[in-house]
């Protein structure tokens, strides 16, 4: 897989031919996370977490 590297930006596209893909799994995700999106319109413009480094574990057994 060939990594696209925009100079203009500080991030890498590893496959572009994804991203419709991603769109649609974004939009699932906004739709089945109410509580979610009500923070992101609440506290989006203020962006209290910016800069905040946060980690997740999730185990299954």
């Known amino acids: 897989m060939a990594t696209v ?9 590893a496959d572009i031919a994804l991203a419709d893909f991603g769109r649609k799994e974004i939009e ?7 509580g979610l999106m009500s923070l992101r319109t609440e506290f989006g413009a203020a962006q209290p977490l ?12």
Request: glycine share 8%; net charge neutral.
């Open 5 to 13: 590297l925009d100079k203009k930006n500080d991030y890498v596209i």
């Open 28 to 34: 699932i995700a906004e739709t089945e996370m109410p």
């Open 50 to 61: 910016k800069g905040a480094r946060i980690t997740g574990s999730l185990h299954m057994t």
